[in-house]
């Protein structure tokens, strides 16, 4: 089904370390996302780039969330100073643009646990 | 801002009976997603819709397409291998907008 490829699968840090995961979307989907899913199973939008251009990122993100998409390299989402609160499960997704099925296909995700 | 709504949350089936699941939209939207997430975390894309209905094996999905405000999962005939939580994710916009999900439906069927 998905060929978009998360790493690393679980990730652990204390509060106030630094917690970066990477993405590789699949081959050829210009637009990429990221989402974090919480232990409630709510969704909360991260981010989202057309090749290695921000389209759009929620306040979160722009404060202590840094995330790239650099040519020729994985996708990148890192949090600057990990808090309790962001332990939750970070999925990358992609898709292609501008054909008549867009289907997102996601990562099997990163599950962050900030002790 | 837009939501999803999702229903029911919870839902237990024997093995070869039939359900629907249903997602209501607060604004008119564009597409929607259904996914299964197992287990492990993994989001598997079931099916993509703009308008209609689509129909894999013993499950179908259709899409409003007159006032774009709901969406329907039907799975018939339902197997064990069938459990997991369903999320539907719509949206609004073009391929680079953000998908709104819902808040998903935890299914169990039972032998």
């Known amino acids: 089904n998905s060929k978009v490829i998360q790493t690393p699968r679980y990730l652990v840090k204390g509060q106030g370390q630094k917690a970066k995961m990477r993405c590789i979307p699949e081959?050829?989907?210009?637009?990429v996302f990221w989402y974090q899913q919480n232990k409630n199973n709510e969704f909360k939008f991260l981010i989202n780039?057309?090749?290695?251009?921000?389209?759009?990122q929620i306040d979160m993100t722009e404060k202590r969330f840094s995330a790239e998409c650099p040519s020729n390299s994985p996708c990148s989402l890192e949090i600057q100073s990990s808090e309790a609160g962001d332990s939750a499960l970070y999925l990358c997704a992609s898709r292609d643009w501008g054909s008549s099925q867009n289907t997102l296909y996601f990562g099997a995700g990163t599950r962050l646990s900030v002790l | 801002g837009d939501q999803v709504e999702q229903s029911p949350s919870a839902l237990s089936l024997h093995e070869g009976t039939d359900s629907a699941l249903r997602c209501n939209f607060t604004?008119?939207?564009?597409?929607v997603q259904w996914f299964r997430q197992n287990s492990r975390g993994s989001l598997i894309s079931l099916f993509y819709l703009a308008s209609g209905t689509k129909e894999n094996g013993r499950l179908k999905s259709a899409f409003d397409s007159k006032e774009r405000r709901y969406s329907t999962l039907h799975i018939r005939d339902a197997q064990l291998e069938d459990s997991g939580t369903y999320f539907c994710?719509?949206?609004?916009?073009?391929?680079?907008?953000?998908?709104?999900f819902g808040g998903g439906t935890r299914l169990t069927v039972r032998p």
């Open positions: 994710a719509a949206e609004k916009n073009n391929a680079g907008a953000k998908l709104t």
């Open positions: 604004t008119t939207m564009r597409s």
């Open positions: 081959k050829g989907h210009p637009v």
């Open positions: 780039f057309q090749n290695q251009e921000v389209l759009q």
